[in-house]
């Protein structure tokens, strides 16, 4: 039996990160609506985010076409010295209630013309469904793997994309409870492969401990 070890460069690593927090307040859903970027901690968040890979062989970073998540992108890209690329594959899910404020027995999901939308929650109902979500990103995830074939990207994208493509790459059902998503801001859900093989799924959040002190002087301001 060959026990020899895939080459170096048959590795190749997938580092999909989530944009930093949008100033958003009037915390609408603000979805692919333009105009929404990066807050003074999302701008933050992703500088940590970058740093968090100082020193790693990241050769390709891609990013939603959002503004969020090209913010988000341009610290990777200074710290690489590459120019960041653009995916449409890797966007924001559509959906009903964009734009409008969705917050739980509020805003638009108080009326009970809306409720029709909730009627079924594993497509969903009230949006893109989740295989399309997941094939568009499985599609830029390989896209990706073959950019920096043997080396490491960085992938900029949403939150319900990148759930989605985690449970379709693990082989899970795609309908799920959102408040058991693990992916928060400015977090790093990795990929690692041998050659065009998924291995192994890595995740962290750089920027926990800075959002852990914003919250801690928030609560202190308000005190």
Not at 11 to 31: D, K, M, Q, S
Not at 38 to 48: K, N, P, R, W, Y
């Given at each position: ?49 970058a740093r968090s890979l100082e020193g790693r062989d990241v050769t390709y ?163």
């Open positions: 039996m060959s026990t020899a070890q895939p080459k170096s460069d048959d590795r190749t690593v997938v580092h999909v990160l989530r944009h930093g927090e949008v100033h958003n307040p009037a915390r609408i859903l603000y979805g692919r609506i333009p105009g929404y970027k990066l807050s003074t901690l999302g701008e933050q968040m992703a500088e940590v985010a970073v891609v990013a939603s076409p959002l503004e969020r998540a090209q913010q988000t992108a341009e610290p990777f890209g200074k710290l690489f010295a590459t120019q960041v690329a653009v995916d449409e594959d890797l966007i924001e899910s559509e959906n009903f209630f964009e734009g409008k404020v969705v917050s739980v027995g509020d805003g638009a999901l108080r009326s009970p013309r809306n409720w029709w939308r909730l009627r079924d929650p594993f497509t969903p109902s009230w949006g893109e469904p989740y295989r399309m979500i997941a094939k568009r990103m499985f599609t830029a995830l390989h896209a990706a793997r073959v950019k920096a074939q043997g080396h490491e990207a960085v992938c900029v994208s949403h939150q319900l994309p990148i759930w989605t493509l985690r449970r379709y790459a693990e082989g899970k059902r795609l309908w799920h409870d959102p408040r058991r998503r693990q992916c928060a801001l400015a977090s790093l859900t990795s990929f690692h492969f041998e050659g065009s093989k998924l291995v192994g799924i890595g995740y962290d959040e750089p920027a926990a401990a800075l959002v852990a002190q914003s919250a801690t002087a928030a609560q202190a301001k308000g005190a």
